[in-house]
């Protein structure tokens, strides 16, 4: 079975902090992907990163990094100085590689609040 | 501008009155996809489609019905509306490679009463 575990229901940090949201993940596939997506009050889901199984580099981009641990089945994602603007609800997600449906499984999501 | 386009932002219907939520993306995909987001429940996959008259069930297809008759446009019917059918949907595209991320659609919150 897979399985994408969000534990962090709400974080919520004051602007500056930095944070860390974590996803860990369960599959049995040797060959799988990960994806994490941003949620805005707004609504729509925004795609952030993609990282394949074979591909333990972390990745940073501007204020983001996103740290991938097979050997804890972990792609945490970290937000450097916080900024009200990050408050969002944000989704870690896994596709396997068999079969023809692309489909995501998700986790359930981190909301995270930047105060002021 | 790259973008999945879905109508309606959002809806309020009566239960058993069909309505249909276009969807409509313009990077020439051949994969789209249907979820809805339900509180405690995340985002479930309800149809998918890998190309144009080729589509199939997800996770949970009951009381929905799509079509896929062109490349672009992938609407999601609902025949007979009912309240456990409240929900925000997304409709998502991406190539069919595997590893290629899907962008989505605005979302449509229906609400059925």
């Known amino acids: 079975a897979q399985k994408v575990t969000q534990a962090q229901t709400e974080i919520s940090v004051v602007e500056k902090e930095d944070v860390t949201l974590d996803c860990v993940y369960e599959t049995r596939d040797t060959t799988y992907y990960l994806f994490w997506y941003k949620q805005p009050p707004s609504g729509e889901l925004v795609f952030l990163i993609r990282r394949n199984s074979f591909d333990e580099q972390n990745e940073i981009s501007g204020r983001y990094s996103w740290n991938f641990q097979k050997s804890t089945s972990s792609f945490n994602f970290t937000i450097t100085a916080s900024q009200v603007v990050d408050s969002a609800v944000y989704f870690c997600a896994l596709r396997n590689n068999a079969g023809n449906n692309r489909k995501l499984i998700w986790g359930l999501g981190t909301s995270l609040a930047v105060n002021p | ?113």
């Not at chain 2, 239960?15 to 276009?22: E, Q, S």
């Not at chain 2, 996959?45 to 199939?56: A, G, L």
């Open chain 2, 1 to 113: 501008e790259a973008q999945v386009t879905q109508n309606p932002r959002y809806l309020i219907t009566v239960t058993g009155k069909k309505l249909t939520v276009t969807c409509s993306q313009n990077m020439n995909h051949e994969y789209m996809s249907w979820y809805r987001q339900d509180p405690g429940l995340g985002l479930r996959q309800i149809y998918y489609s890998m190309n144009v008259e080729v589509t199939d069930k997800g996770d949970v297809p009951e009381g929905y019905k799509v079509s896929r008759k062109e490349k672009r446009n992938f609407p999601l019917i609902l025949e007979s509306p009912s309240p456990n059918q409240t929900s925000l949907y997304f409709c998502a595209s991406s190539m069919t490679g595997v590893n290629t991320e899907a962008f989505f659609g605005q979302g449509t919150r229906l609400t059925v009463v």
